[in-house]
């Protein structure tokens, strides 16, 4: 698969739906598997979370994670990194979560990149909530504590959207 710049990226890992694996169990090849790129940012300040998380994601065969504890660490490693997408924590020290996507959203704008997908992680799962996130220019919401299945079910619907760009020095 290549970018918009027409590079090949040979880091791809073949992701099965957790849902067939589940139903048909996990060698199984009944249904069409999806060859993706995967290299995720996870944002969150608790050390535990984090930790969980790229539990989780190894378990769906994502290795390549970057973890970050607050939303200005995000911002710089968006800045100094490729990723297929974000998962932010809303409620972190220094920058949250809704600051550092407004700030990921201008930088993509300015510098003309196309929209990198960003999913909220969040235990406040009130509307409200839902509607603050999406005004930052978050794509979409998944509250904790949340299931390997709703993990991965998210990052397959957003992974397909997302366009890694190259980073200028």
């Not at 800045?79 to 990921?104: F, Q, W």
């Not at 839902?130 to 978050?138: D, I, R, T």
């Amino acid at each position: 698969m290549s970018n918009e710049h027409g590079e090949t990226n040979s880091s791809h890992k073949t992701i099965e739906p957790l849902s067939n694996q589940m139903v048909h169990g996990k060698g199984s090849q009944e249904q069409s598997c999806i060859s993706l790129p995967i290299s995720i940012l996870l944002a969150d300040d608790n050390a535990i979370n984090r930790q969980v998380v790229k539990m989780q994601l190894k378990r769906l065969g994502m290795t390549q994670v970057d973890a970050v504890s607050n939303g200005e660490e995000a911002s710089e490693a968006f800045l100094s990194n490729k990723y297929s997408m974000i998962l932010m924590d809303n409620m972190m020290p220094v920058m949250d979560g809704l600051e550092a996507t407004r700030h990921i959203r201008a930088i993509e704008q300015d510098k003309m990149w196309h929209p990198i997908p960003i999913i909220a992680m969040t235990g406040n799962v009130m509307d409200g909530e839902k509607e603050k996130c999406f005004e930052a220019g978050m794509n979409d919401f998944i509250g904790k504590p949340f299931t390997l299945e709703a993990l991965n079910n998210v990052i397959q619907k957003w992974q397909q959207a997302s366009q890694p760009r190259e980073i200028t020095k």
